[in-house]
């Protein structure tokens, strides 16, 4: 009797230990999800590939065919939804120059970003999401012009989840500031997003999330023939491309170097869009991009701001750049009929879910630290309310043992302190400002405080 009462009560403390917080799915975030239309996306899809092409150097006046009729159907498209945003979204072109002599683009070229900025609910929160997905395409060859460049997926695909976000998104109200943006440039050197993140860094935006969409709509691989419309990668990098030397000491000081905030946006991407999107795992990939690439992301890291970038677990590379035609019985070219828009459609969840509850949650605690000057096996965290923005009811503890990838525990308290019977030297710790209906900032990893 005593050995059952004894094992019961270790199953009982275990359970405990291992408890999670149960966090409530916002309905209204959940709702918007399901209003993504698989529909929508395969028509913006094929819209943008009757363009026959999107090449940077193609042309830009004819009404029907090259990047000029691409840039000014997605304009048209996303001020389709200024009336219901009763005038929060504004819809325009940048313009920028790019090429010259000895470039990849030899000869100087105006090209056009378009960029759909929803304004906060609250004037006084200057917090800024940027998604984006470029606009161009591209065949074969670097200057190839003319030759049909479909970019169904590449990156038809981005373009199309933010065109469906941007129209149900407009409906509704968020604290914090969503600008949606089409990108060109993207396939002859990033010249859009490079052109994009520093004008955000001269202008002082207070991005405090940046996503990238670059093909998220091939679920099938070449040669390896794997096939996994479940499964969705963000790249993240881990020592940050910018990073000043203060930066750096805390770094070293704190082994943080498996908890850059692009790391920790990473994370909450996974698990907010897990908690509303079914059927759809993230893969986690600790590197910037893949092996030696880069993507719309890299200026923004580059610049300092804290950017991922999403993107299919299995490419085809029978499709990727690729002109058109039936070789050795293989259709190659980026078509639209090999787009899993079913794949799209969770993938915009993704995206739909990550920037809702980021974009309702409170701003993130500050002077977050752990509490060092005695020796102690306990952990105690310190940090003050955020000043600005929805008052937090409290905050999460995240924690995982150093050498876990994913947080493990998930502890609301409230109040601006916490002492956990777990060791510091042991375990990695965030911190999450969550308002009453649970939408959670992104983690702050602790740095240190003085005992007082
Ligand atoms: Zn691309």
New binding site residues.
């Given amino acids: 009797m005593r050995k059952i009462f004894l094992s019961l009560l270790l199953v009982l403390s275990s359970f405990l230990i291992n408890a999670q917080t149960i966090i409530n799915r916002d309905p209204e975030i959940k709702k918007m999800v399901d209003e993504i239309s698989r529909d929508n996306i395969e028509k913006s899809v094929r819209e943008l590939v009757s363009f026959h092409t999107r090449h940077n150097m193609s042309d830009q006046d004819n009404p029907t065919e090259g990047i000029g009729a691409a840039w000014s159907w997605i304009k048209n498209e996303m001020s389709k939804n200024i009336p219901a945003s009763e005038g929060r979204l504004d819809v325009k072109f940048e313009d920028y120059t790019v090429g010259g002599k000895g470039q990849r683009i030899p000869h100087p070229l105006h090209l056009k970003n378009v960029v759909a900025t929803l304004k906060g609910s609250d004037t006084t929160d200057g917090r800024i999401i940027v998604i984006s997905a ?1 606009l161009d395409s591209r065949a074969a060859l670097d200057n190839d012009s003319t030759g049909y460049a479909p970019g169904a997926n ?2 038809g695909s981005g373009v199309a989840a933010i065109l469906e976000l941007v129209r149900i998104m407009s409906a509704r109200k968020f604290s914090a500031t969503i600008v949606f943006i089409a990108v060109s440039g ?2 002859h050197g990033l010249y859009g997003a490079k052109f994009m993140a520093s004008k955000a860094k001269r202008e002082n935006w207070n991005i405090i999330a940046m996503l990238n969409n ?2 998220i709509g091939n679920s099938g691989s070449s040669e390896t023939l794997l096939n996994d419309n479940m499964r969705i990668r963000v790249f993240s990098e881990g020592v940050p491309a910018f990073e000043t030397e203060q930066m750096a000491a805390l770094r070293k000081y704190t082994s943080g170097e498996n908890d850059s905030r692009a790391r920790q946006l990473a994370r909450y991407i996974k698990e907010t869009g897990e908690r509303y999107v079914e059927q759809l795992n993230v893969s986690l990939v600790f590197r910037n991009d893949r092996f030696g690439r880069g ?1 719309d992301h890299t200026p923004f890291c580059q610049e300092g701001f804290t950017a991922v970038r999403i993107c299919e677990y299995n490419e085809n590379y029978d499709r990727t750049h690729k002109i058109p035609a039936l070789v050795n019985g293989i259709q190659e070219g980026d078509l639209p009929e090999y787009v899993d828009y079913e794949y799209v459609r969770k993938n915009t969840g993704l995206n739909l879910a990550t920037i809702a509850n980021l974009a309702l949650a409170p701003y993130e605690p500050v002077n977050c630290g752990i509490v060092t000057g005695g020796l102690t096996n306990k952990t105690t965290l310190r940090w003050e309310s955020p000043s600005k923005g929805v008052k937090p009811a409290g905050y999460y503890i995240l924690m995982r043992e150093t050498y876990q990838p994913l947080w493990e525990k998930k502890i609301f308290v409230t109040g601006n302190e916490a002492t956990l019977p777990y060791s510091k030297d042991n375990y990695f710790f965030g911190i999450q400002a969550a308002d009453n209906q649970g939408h959670e900032s992104m983690a702050v990893f602790p740095g240190q405080v003085k005992r007082q």
Wanted: aromatic content about 0%.
């Fill in positions: 470029h590449d990156d993207e396939e670059d093909m993507g």
